[in-house]
């Protein structure tokens, strides 16, 4: 999907394989492997996956779906295709709405991925040869509140993910994604296996899949939702973008649900690599964004070659968490380039110099004890606050104007066309499902959520 300002006709990735690797790419990061066990472990454990796991059914991949409908059928940035599907009209505005959560978001996931790549670095050099449980907490600690080192792999991981959104090597990043992504995934499950062997696994086990009700909040079910729509890189117009580069002959329904179901068994495996450990070790499952650097350091310390595959694990996920990033900053570079015309480089680095200087307030105000640490509005510093805003405001609400403008704007008989391919699929009846559930039942979910969340109805 090569792209330059001066091609006229959109190029499109070289097959079907092509663009599940490349969505997948974009949906898989720092969302399964840091996000989401951390949050599992702070709100409960088995109640919030089950309510995770309907937001991605009944909300995320229903939206996935719609926002590959635009994508496709306009070619366009997500502002340029709204201003084609419904001239002169106010949508333009969830365009703009995810140029804005994507400077959010990337404001933290840089931090965060800084932390990655220096972890990576750390495994390199030998670091966490003589690890424990003891030392892996205060070795967190120094990282997140450093700090300079943070800030250095902050810049570091910009300075990165610029240079490859400058070459427009995307084709380059198909095939990285191809060839990683099933190494990544092994990897998982090496650590599955043996965190699944440590004593008292089954207890962190229980944890994760026991459901139980009593510990959900309306704040846990507004989490949930929100990292749904984070997980599927959802309700800021990744998915557009990226299905704006779809071949015509995609079934959408099956790289939706494909893209979907992948993402979720990784996260999954990410939980069930973590929790066992947390448990062994006797730490707190609700020790928040540094679980997964104090937890991994360990499982491998107890396993041979284990420091190698520490390395290939931080490794693996550096690239993951660069796929990602690649394809939040892709959002606001195709509008400033196809809407506001700019050349392509000068884009990526004004957004760039922009992410580094907010992204620098996210990176020391990460933990209690770092310098902006102390400074709190409304009882969140600036990096809960870029994450909380994205996450549990605009993506969820992002996806609430999707669903209605795919629902109840968009003609049914235009979406049915898109969806089948003009005729060379037979949906009947998965299109009348999804048709029902995204005109219905997706809105009136996220609006009980939001009520819910705002303290309106009580659930
Ligand atoms: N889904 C990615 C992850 O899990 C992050 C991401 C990429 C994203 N593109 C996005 C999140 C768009 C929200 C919106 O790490």
Excluded at 16 to 27: D, I, M, N, Q, R
Excluded at 162 to 171: M, N
Excluded at 281 to 304: N, R, W
Aim: glycine share 10%.
């Amino acid at each position: 999907m090569a792209k330059s300002d001066k091609t006229a006709v959109r190029e499109t990735f070289s097959s079907g394989l092509a663009v599940f690797f490349a969505t997948l790419g974009s949906a898989v990061g720092l969302g399964n492997i840091w996000k989401f066990p951390y949050l599992t472990g702070e709100y409960g454990g088995g109640a919030f996956l089950f309510i995770y796991l309907l937001c991605i059914l009944f909300v995320g991949i229903p939206i996935m779906i719609g926002e590959f409908y635009i994508g496709r059928k306009t070619r366009q940035n997500p502002v340029g295709a709204y201003k084609q599907l419904s001239p002169d009209s106010y949508w333009k505005i969830n365009g703009f709405m995810g140029v804005i959560a994507a400077y959010l978001i990337m404001f933290f996931y840089s931090c965060v991925a800084g932390w990655v790549y220096f972890y990576f670095f750390k495994a390199l050099i030998g670091d966490f040869s003589s690890i424990t449980m003891a030392t892996a907490k205060a070795e967190f600690g120094s990282v997140v509140i450093g700090p300079f080192a943070p800030l250095f792999w902050q810049f570091f991981v910009l300075t990165v993910v610029a240079a490859i959104l400058i070459k427009g090597v995307e084709k380059g990043i198909e095939r990285i994604t191809k060839t990683l992504m099933p190494v990544l995934f092994l990897l998982i499950i090496i650590c599955d296996i043996r965190a699944l062997t440590l004593p008292g696994a089954g207890e962190g086990l229980n944890f994760l899949f026991h459901v139980d009700f009593s510990k959900l909040t309306s704040v846990a079910i507004l989490t949930a939702l929100g990292l749904a729509f984070f997980k599927l890189s959802l309700g800021m117009g990744t998915m557009l973008t990226y299905g704006s580069y779809f071949t015509k002959d995609n079934n959408l329904f099956g790289t939706a649900s494909k893209v979907a179901l992948s993402d979720t068994i990784v996260s999954m495996l990410a939980g069930i690599a973590i929790f066992p450990t947390v448990f062994s070790f006797g730490m707190e499952p609700s020790a928040g964004p540094g679980l997964l650097f104090m937890t991994i350091p360990l499982v491998f310390s107890q396993m041979p070659l284990g420091s190698i595959l520490l390395v290939a694990f931080f490794f693996l996920t550096s690239i993951a968490a660069t796929t990602a990033m690649i394809s939040i900053v892709e959002v606001v570079t195709a509008y400033f380039v196809e809407e506001r015309k700019m050349n392509r480089t000068k884009a990526v680095v004004i957004n760039s110099l922009v992410i580094a200087v907010v992204g620098v307030l996210a990176t020391l105000s990460a933990d209690k004890d770092s310098l902006l640490g102390g400074m709190t509005f409304f009882g969140k510093g600036f990096f809960d606050w870029f994450d909380y805003l994205s996450s549990n405001v605009l993506l969820p609400v992002g996806g609430l104007l999707i669903a209605l403008f795919i629902g109840h704007v968009t003609k049914k008989q235009d979406l049915k066309e898109e969806l089948s391919n003009q005729g060379t699929l037979a949906i009947d009846f998965i299109f009348e499902a999804f048709y029902f559930i995204i005109r219905y039942v997706t809105p009136i979910l996220l609006i009980i959520v939001f009520l819910n969340a705002i303290g309106i109805i009580k659930v």
